[in-house]
């Protein structure tokens, strides 16, 4: 009994700490041990399933924050899987046997139930460390861990102890099986050797499995640093827009007041000048009234002679009726708002604007003209240089070196070899356009001279609804559709980038080219079947 005493009292602690340790493993949702436990950048971890449910029920009230501390987040927050606590769980429940099993006691402690250490197969009984004792003293029979199905352990045919194994039939044996069954003839192992050798090749499966697992790890890992480095990245983009805005605020605030400023400038101007002439007029109305009640006077006079002595006094002089008509009260067409003077302030205020955001974003606007010495005899040229339109008839062009011969198309005058730049394309939706760029040695006749067949240019086609992007006769089929008739142009020369967008809202990317220039870049366009193609800088 004391000693039975003592194992209890022993076992007792391991119970509660274990107890403990799995309350710790909980997940605080669904109260069970975390299934694929992930973490908030709070520090509380969840299972998955359970945080992603909370998340969206969430969203559907229009904010997000942590069930256990209320810490709030102003957008969904990222989830960030716990690989060390998910090894603590699995590690924790390999070691902790079913419930079934953890309450296996002894067969012959009844009056005080004591946990049983092995468990007899020949007499299916349990037994504790004392009666195992005893049980040892007088009985050769086969012991196991302790459990509490037998049934498994025995055969069901011959009701007794699996102690052989075929590898032929992959069967658990008794001896009757070896002699009599059908099994009979077959070559047969001992349990615990046949347990051994599948035990190494599940050892060497392993051995397979762990270096998979590992690599599995490491690309988690990297995915996962490339999801915090897009959160990153993101975030500083966001507060990059952010600060471009509040510039571009301050900068329209000002421009506003310089062109209120004007305005206001012009309407003191003008409002001084026909003050000042109200004022000129107002003088020469009083010396009118002056001088008419005098002539009423006189004309009053029944004095013949008094009359006549004063008339070179009274009467008013000619000089004097001219400068009362001298200005005539109006003010001059000339003095009014100067509605060009506004607009040129205002449109150089907007332009500037544009300007330094586009030097903040290190993008440039460059503007591109069609250069006509290239233009094949087929592609008319706008007079402004920047549309490109597939024609019935030949244009009269002189002969140029640099003139494409067999192909209908056409390209820029200069060429980009540096630099950030973006621009803009507009196509009718009509017939077969292909944009995009050109090394200037790309050759002017021959199959070699489409752009869609050497590895000198990079375009996009556009044609019967559909987009694909072409380099050295590869073709790539774009899944989206045509929308709208702009595309934007992007070209990092340094990164070796051009990108094409659809202009529809939202913006949509449709391809990047990645490669490494090696010669100046030169816009081009191949037009055909009605098609007409305009630059947008």
Known sequence: MGRNFHFRFLLFPTTMASAELRDELNCSICLSLYTDPVS????????????????DAQEAAGGYSCPDCRAEYPERPALEKNRKLRNIVERFSSTQPDMEETRIFCTYCTKSPVPAVKSCLHC????????????????DHILTEATGSFGNKKCSLHKKVLEYYCPQDAACLCVSCCLVGEHRGHQVELLDEASEKKKEKLRKYLDKLNPQKAEIQTRVQNLQDRNRNIQEKASEKKKNISKTFMDIKKQLEMAEKKALSEVSRQEEKIVSQISHLIKKLEIQEDELSRK???????????DPIRLLQESDITVCSH??????????????SEEDLDEVLISLTLHRSMRDIVTNVTSELGVHVPDILLDVDTAHRRVKISEDLKTATISEEKQERPESPGRFVTFSQVLSRCGLSSGRHYWEVEWIQIGRCDAGLSYPSIERKGEQSDIIYNDKSWCLDMYDGEYNVWHNSDKLALSVKPTCPTLGVFLDYEAGRLSFYELCDPIRHLHTFTTSFTEPLHVVFYVKVGASVTIRS
């Open 292 to 302: 008419m009640r005098h002539v009423e006077e006189m004309c009053r006079v029944t």
């Open 40 to 55: 908030l950048r709070c520090g509380h971890n969840f299972c998955r399933s359970c945080i992603v449910s909370v998340l």
């Open 319 to 332: 000089g004097g009726d001219e400068d009362t008509r001298g200005d005539g009260g109006e003010v001059s």
């Open 124 to 139: 299916e009984t349990s037994l504790c460390d004392d009666h195992l004792t005893a049980h040892n003293k007088t009985l």
